[in-house]
């Protein structure tokens, strides 16, 4: 099995992924975040209205939006991260656009892993550092936009 089928059945077994989160994302284990697909070009992420997500206007929190959109796109950089030698990824910038009240479960799909593994790949030949711009959209279960993160991830292979 290959690096990258390992590390996809590692996070898409529920309890696994749970463990994770709650060692390494505790914010987002208490949010209720769920990884509900991830392939090597796309990663799909839930988040949930509720008492620990919503804000005082009775939808989801901005940041706990901008959580599960971030967790889409870096699940897939760090599955693309553990298919080769070592690489840092790291966020470097953030933008959101909010089109409606975030209420319901939120489904935020970034289909981003191809432009991820090219630019790993060019760091890991060349040594130097590439950035991604990865767009993650948020749609509510009527299949309406509620949000739209660009998030710049930055990519440098370890020497």
């Keep these: 099995m290959d690096q990258i089928a390992a590390f996809r059945q590692q996070v898409l077994t529920p309890w696994k992924l749970r463990v994770f989160m709650l060692r390494r994302l505790p914010m987002a284990w208490l949010a209720g975040l769920r990884l509900r697909e991830l392939t090597p070009q796309r990663a799909v992420v839930t988040i949930p209205f509720k008492y620990l997500t919503q804000n005082p206007f009775r939808s989801i929190y901005f940041a706990c939006l901008a959580m599960a959109a971030e967790l889409a796109s870096g699940i897939q950089a760090m599955m693309h991260v ?20 975030a209420v319901g479960l939120i489904t935020f799909t970034c ?17 130097e550092g590439r950035s991604v711009l ?3 959209t948020g749609v509510d279960a009527a299949g ?6 660009r998030i710049r991830w930055s990519f440098k292979a370890k020497q």
């Design 82 to 101: 553990q298919a080769g030698t070592p690489a840092s990824m790291l966020v470097v910038g953030l933008e959101a656009e909010f089109m409606k009240k």
């Design 111 to 127: 289909p981003d892993g191809p432009q991820i593994a090219q630019a790993l790949a060019e760091s890991r030949a060349t040594g």
């Design 134 to 136: 990865c767009t993650s």
């Design 144 to 149: 309406d936009v509620v949000a739209v993160f």
